[in-house]
Structures are given as C-alpha cells and as structure tokens.
C-alpha cells in the first residue's frame, strides 16, 4: 500500500523557514518523479515544484522559484521542500504526490503551514 506522510508545518513568522519533509512507503521511491502541491480555500490547489526520479531535475511555479528548495533522499525514501522568507500567502497545506507519467497519483494527508506574526 502506497503511503505518503507529510510533517514539518507549523506556525512560523513571516521571513521565517521550514523544510517539509514526505515520508513514502509500499512503492520503489526512486522509480517516480514526486511533486509537492499546496491548497488553501481562496486559491484552490496549486502546483508548487516537482523533482524527477533521481534528483537531477528539479522544477518550481513561477511564484515559487527563488525561495522553495525541493530535494530528496532516495537512500531514506523521503521529498523534502525547503521554503525561504516564508510570507502570509504560502500559508496553505502542503501535500506531496507520487507522480505517475505526469498524473499525480497518490497523496498524503498534508500539513499545515501558517505564516503569520
């Protein structure tokens, strides 16, 4: 059974970091690309960075780039999301997502992020 289990949200000040972290059991980890999608109720779902197979590829939404740092273990099969200068609209769950041939196929339960002083 594949699972997928996110931690390292919390609440943090803006300008504050934190790095997320995916824990993934029941599939061969390094056979798939891995993305990190976030949700909040004002904008829906919205696709915050993948990362292929092996690490050497790494992919970010435009309002991403510059302060999200996706990476992976594929030793300890865990994602990570590293986030910079966090601000009040990065607040949202942050889900991770076993990627299939670009489909996002399994997710985890998420984790709350919340940026605010």
């Known amino acids: 059974e594949v699972q997928l289990v996110e931690s390292g949200g919390g609440l943090v000040q803006p300008g504050g970091s934190l790095r997320l972290s995916c824990a993934a059991s029941g599939f061969t980890f390094d056979d798939y690309a891995m993305t990190w999608v976030r949700q909040t109720p004002e904008k829906g779902l919205e696709w915050v960075s993948g990362?292929?197979?092996?690490?050497?590829?790494?992919f970010y939404g435009e309002s991403m780039k510059g302060r999200f740092t996706i990476s992976r273990d594929n030793a300890k099969s865990t994602l990570y999301l590293q986030i910079f200068s966090l601000k009040s609209e990065d607040t949202a769950v942050y889900y991770c997502a076993k990627t299939d041939h670009g489909s996002w196929s399994h997710w985890g339960q998420g984790t709350q992020v919340t940026v605010s002083s």
């Open positions: 990362i292929s197979q092996k690490g050497s590829r790494t």
